[in-house]
C-alpha cells in the first residue's frame, strides 16, 4: 500500500481549517474494483494515487537504478482539486539519491477519461503519465537537479493483482481502499543520472489505490513493502534450467503511535495463484535502524520477513541508507518520509532466492539527540 497521501492529506486539511472527510460515494464500484474504469481519476475522490517503483538496469554496463514516479489527486472539500507529483531517482553506485516534487491546486476538478493524461509543471519542466492498466509512459526531468530525468514505457509481465481478492483492502477500522497493483511492469527507456543518458531496462511494480477513508489521526504511521523474488525453476533428471520462477509479495504495517495499536497484512503472488495474507501470516523484524542526518528521524532500515505458511525467510536491506524525502508543503510545514531501492536475499522453503523490492516508510518519531 501507498500512504503517503494519507498524511499528506491530514495535513492539508489541518492547514485549511478544512475538515477532512475521504469517501468514495462519487464511485460507480465499492465492493469490487472494476478495470478498466478504476485506472480513471475518480471525481471529487479525497485520495487516490497511481503509483510506480522498481529497479532498472543500464544495458550498456550493468548498474542497477531505482525509481520512484507517482501522481497524486485529492480533493479535501469535494469542490477544488489538488495534485502532487513526486519523482526520485536512486544510484547505488554512487550512493547518490535526488528527488523532485511539486504540490498544486488545480484549476479545475479533473476528468475521468482514459487512457490516462496526467501533468504537472515545474518552472520549464513538465512531468506527464499517460496510458492504462499496465501500458503507460511516464516522462520527466527534475527541476530541482538538472540532468535527472526519466522516459520509461511498460507492458504488463503479470496480470492485474486485486488485493484482498476484490480490490478492496481493509485496513482495520482506520480505512477501506480501493487497492489493485501490476507487480512486474516490463520497462524500457532512458534514465538520465548526472547528465549521462542511458538505456535501461527491467521491471517496475505500479499501485493504484483510492479512497482511503477515516484517516484524521495524525498518530497514523505507515510501513509498506513490495518484493519481486526470482527463484531458480526446479528441474528433474538433470533436465536443463529454464527461466527463474517469478514470485512477488506485499505486505504492510499501519500503526498509531499514540495507542501503539497495529493493523498489518498483505498479498502473495505465485505462479498462478494469489494468497491473502493476514496479520498471522507472516513476521516482521526490524534488525538495524537509520537516522537521518537531515531531519534527525530514527528509520528502521534493515528487516527479517518470515511467511511460515508460504515458506519464506527473507533478509530486506537498502541500497542507499539515506533515500529520505522532506516535502515543505506550507509555510511551517514539512512532511518527512523514506523511500526506497531495496535488496532481498533469503531462502524460500529452504532454497536460496534473491530479488528487489521498494520500502516505504511514513510518520517515524524523533532519534535521540
Known amino acids: 500500500m501507498k500512504n503517503l497521501l494519507l498524511a499528506l492529506t491530514i495535513l492539508l486539511g489541518t492547514a485549511s481549517s478544512c475538515a477532512l472527510k475521504p469517501t ?35 544495458k550498456a554496463t550493468g548498474e542497477m537504478f531505482g525509481v520512484e514516479y507517482v501522481f497524486f489527486h485529492f480533493n479535501i472539500t469535494g469542490k477544488k482539486d489538488w495534485q502532487m507529483v513526486n519523482f526520485a531517482l536512486t544510484d547505488p553506485q554512487r550512493q547518490q539519491f535526488r528527488y523532485d516534487y511539486r504540490v498544486e491546486r488545480l484549476p479545475r476538478l479533473l476528468a475521468s477519461a482514459l487512457p490516462l493524461n496526467l501533468s504537472t ?15 503507460y509512459h511516464l516522462q520527466g526531468r527534475m527541476a530541482q537537479h538538472r540532468g535527472h530525468a526519466i522516459n520509461l514505457r511498460t507492458q504488463p509481465l503479470k496480470p492485474v493483482l486485486l488485493h484482498s481478492g476484490t480490490g478492496y483492502e481493509n485496513y482495520g477500522d482506520v480505512a477501506r481502499a480501493g487497492y489493485y497493483s501490476y507487480p512486474r511492469l516490463t520497462t524500457t527507456g532512458t534514465l538520465e543520472i548526472d547528465g549521462k543518458v542511458r538505456e535501461v531496462e527491467g521491471q517496475l511494480w505500479y499501485d493504484r489505490q483510492w479512497n482511503c ?9 505507515w510501513d509498506w513493502f513490495s518484493l519481486q523474488l526470482d ?5 528433474a533428471g538433470g533436465a ?18 499514540n495507542s501503539s495499536r497495529t493493523v498489518s497484512g498483505g498479498t502473495y503472488s505465485g505462479p498462478g495463484q494469489a494468497v491473502d495474507l493476514k496479520a498471522q501470516d507472516f513476521q516482521l523484524d526490524v ?24 515458506g519464506y525467510d527473507l533478509t530486506i536491506t537498502p541500497l542507499v541508507p539515506d533515500q529520505e524525502l522532506t516535502l515543505k508543503l506550507f509555510a511551517g510545514i514539512k512532511m518527512h518520509y523514506w523511500e526506497g531501492m531495496c535488496r532481498v536475499e533469503g531462502t524460500h522453503h529452504g532454497q536460496p532466492v534473491q530479488g528487489n523490492s521498494y520500502v516505504e516508510l511514513t510518520n517515524r518519531g524523533k532519534s535521540e539527540k
Open 231 to 235: 527463484e531458480p525453476a526446479v528441474t
Open 24 to 58: 468514495n460515494k462519487h464511485d460507480v464500484f465499492t465492493e469490487r474494483a472494476q478495470l478498466p474504469q478504476e485506472e480513471a481519476v475518480h471525481p471529487r475522490n479525497s485520495l487516490e494515487w497511481w503509483y510506480f517503483t522498481g529497479h532498472l538496469r543500464d
Open 287 to 310: 534488525l538495524s535502524y537509520w537516522t537521518s542526518p537531515h531531519s534527525r528521524l530514527r528509520y528502521p532500515s534493515k528487516w527479517r520477513l518470515r511467511i511460515p505458511s508460504q
Open 121 to 135: 509543471q515545474k518552472k520549464d519542466q513538465r512531468w506527464t503519465l499517460t496510458g492504462q492498466e499496465g501500458t
Open 213 to 221: 477513508n477515516s484517516v484524521t489521526n495524525k498518530g497514523i504511521g
Open 240 to 257: 536443463a534450467p529454464t527461466a527463474p520462477v517469478q514470485h512477488e509479495i506485499m505486505a504492510y504495517l499501519l500503526f498509531d503511535r
